[in-house]
């Protein structure tokens, strides 16, 4: 499509949908945005910020590894501190009967073209010195990291307005005008925006706005607790995950370490609030300290749940919806969404601008669930 006069409206102010803004102002398109709330006011307020490639579904590691690439110049495109470290990733295993999985595992990363190996022994050690002594092994890949998902988010924001985007917070969007096979425009709490392009980055709210034009997406709420402790000296620069725990781990620039690893609180989808469990957060130290000793005796700093989309078959939704001819969905996240957000900016926008993205998308079509069956459910969720 010719992005002269078209006025595209994103609606989502999280790291997705201002990723999109910013590569759609960059190529000179006319955004404009529309939050509820503020910028990362969910999910990508709430999000862990690892950047990885490590244990993805197979249809994601094109976008993971392009994304990675992206993400070791973002600072400098975006001109902002995001507090990206590229310290690195590791998956270990307190048992040493499963060391040959990991081995399977590392192959199986390789042949999708991550550069990634076995750490074991003295190596292990020096590597991951406040790991618990009986752990000696772990799959390691130095080019994954972690960043502040919130400084990301808005950093993408400024971006996107510096190359002309209209950023509108405290708007929300109410419903959406359509006319034939077209969408024209949406209704908002500040009146109507009328749009040529509708991009649905709405995270977990998604699916209600979805409704509004008759289409169903199989998405599931969902409340992902994190927990993080006051500072400590520095001791872990990867992003650790450990076989048969739920369990993601890293130690941010302040020396707080930040637990997660998909551990459940509730949801209150209408507030946009999530509330933690007592359960949950006992599960998550006794599993973290299990792993990592140092965090037995550390203070609890702060917890908090993020509500996260998550999609039927766990990988995003993207791309048009067949019958309307000017949506992108781009939604669903389920978990891993902040990693991608660089990639998934820049092809969306080529999607829209040059109808083909540089890396193709299929895999994340919105009528790939016509092929799943009506009983699929949802996956028990899993590590961030
Ligand atoms: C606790 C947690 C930990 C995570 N850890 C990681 C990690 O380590 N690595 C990783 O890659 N990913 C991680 N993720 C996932 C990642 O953070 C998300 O996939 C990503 O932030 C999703 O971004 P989004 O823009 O799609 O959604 P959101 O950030 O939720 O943004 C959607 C926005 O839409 C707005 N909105 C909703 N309805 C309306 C409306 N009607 N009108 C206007 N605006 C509306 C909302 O206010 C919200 O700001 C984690 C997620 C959570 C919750």
Redesign the pocket.
């Known amino acids: 499509m010719s992005t002269g006069k078209t006025e595209i409206v994103i609606?989502?102010?999280?790291?997705?949908?201002?990723s999109i803004a910013y590569h759609l102002a960059k190529r000179g398109a006319r955004v404009t945005l529309?939050?509820?709330?503020r910028?990362?006011?969910?999910?990508?307020?709430?999000?862990?910020?690892?950047?990885?490639q490590l244990g993805r579904d197979p249809r994601e590691m094109p976008l993971a590894i392009a994304s990675i690439a992206r993400w070791q110049t973002l600072e400098d495109e975006l001109e902002a501190d995001v507090e990206f470290r590229r310290g690195g990733q590791l998956l270990v295993t307190e048992d040493p009967a499963l060391i040959p999985e990991l081995e399977k595992r590392v192959a199986a990363h390789r042949a999708l073209g991550v550069d990634i190996r076995l750490v074991q022994g003295d190596e292990f050690r020096e590597l991951a010195p406040g790991f618990a002594p009986s752990i000696t092994a772990g799959m390691s890949t130095e080019n994954d990291g972690?960043a502040s998902?919130p400084l990301t988010?808005r950093a993408f924001g400024a971006a996107a307005e510096r190359h002309g985007a209209i950023i509108r917070t405290g708007?929300?969007?109410?419903g959406i005008r359509q006319e034939g096979d077209r969408i024209t425009g949406v209704e908002?709490s500040e009146g109507p925006v009328a749009c040529d392009w509708l991009v649905l980055?709405?995270?977990?709210?998604?699916p209600?706005?979805a409704d509004m034009l008759g289409i169903s997406l199989p998405i599931q709420t969902?409340g992902?607790?994190?927990l993080a402790t006051a500072p400590s000296e520095p001791l872990l620069k990867q992003?650790a995950g450990a076989l048969n725990r739920r369990l993601?781990l890293k130690q941010t620039p302040n020396g707080s370490y930040v637990i997660?690893g998909g551990w459940p609180g509730d949801v209150d989808l209408d507030r946009?609030v999530g509330m933690t469990r007592l359960d949950s957060i006992r599960g998550s130290i006794e599993h973290a300290s299990a792993v990592f000793p140092l965090l037995a005796r550390l203070p609890l700093a702060r917890f908090?749940?993020?509500?996260?989309?998550l999609a039927l078959d766990e990988v995003p939704i993207l791309g048009p919806v067949s019958g309307l001819a000017n949506l992108t969905l781009?939604?669903g996240?389920?978990?891993?969404?902040?990693?991608?957000?660089p990639i998934v900016g820049q092809l969306l926008s080529e999607l829209i601008i040059d109808g083909t993205p540089s890396i193709p998308i299929d895999a994340f079509a919105f009528d790939r669930f016509e092929k799943l069956s009506k009983d699929a459910a949802f996956p028990d969720w899993q590590a961030?």
């Open positions: 609606i989502g102010g999280g790291v997705i949908g201002c529309l939050e509820r709330d910028l990362a006011a969910q999910a990508s307020g709430a999000s862990a910020g690892g950047v990885r972690q998902a988010t708007v929300t969007v109410t908002t980055a709405a995270g977990a709210w998604s209600g706005l969902m992902l607790q994190m992003t993601s997660g946009g908090w749940i993020g509500i996260e989309a781009a939604t996240f389920s978990g891993h969404g902040f990693a991608l957000s961030g």
